[in-house]
């Protein structure tokens, strides 16, 4: 069984920023891509960032790109989102999830493309 636990939301002013992690245990996080989504209340899950299993290719919305940073570390077995230049229309829970089917060096973009999801962690950017 894959867990995910995600850390490092919080509150914050416009223009600031946060880093998010996303801890994982079970399996071979090495084999997985993984990605970031986020939930605003009233509105449906939507993607933010993806990264293949080697790190090496990444993808972010356009919403965030230019922004917000994903990053891995295999030997951590934890992947990264690093959010600069927050905006209040960023807040939102943040989901990291894992593809653990990836038989690739890709990204995955699609909420369905992804197994496993952590609890998330509330992110809220004041104006």
């Known amino acids: 069984q894959v867990q995910l636990i995600e850390s490092g939301g919080g509150l914050v002013q416009a223009g600031g920023s946060l880093r998010l992690s996303c801890a994982v245990s079970?399996?071979?996080?090495?084999?997985?891509?993984m990605g970031w989504f986020r939930q605003a209340p009233g509105k449906e899950r939507e993607f933010v960032s993806a990264?293949?299993?080697?790190?090496?290719?990444?993808y972010s919305a356009d919403s965030v790109k230019g922004r917000f940073t994903i990053s891995r570390d295999n030997a951590k077995n934890t992947v990264y989102l690093q959010m600069n230049s927050l905006k209040p229309e960023d807040t939102a829970v943040y989901y990291c999830?894992?593809?653990?089917?990836?038989?690739?060096?890709?990204?995955?973009?699609?909420?369905?493309?992804?197994?496993?999801w952590g609890q998330g962690t509330q992110v809220t950017v004041s104006s």
């Open positions: 990264v293949s299993r080697s790190g090496a290719n990444t």
């Open positions: 079970g399996g071979i996080f090495s084999m997985y891509a």
């Open positions: 999830a894992v593809n653990v089917r990836s038989y690739s060096d890709r990204y995955y973009f699609l909420p369905h493309e992804y197994t496993y």
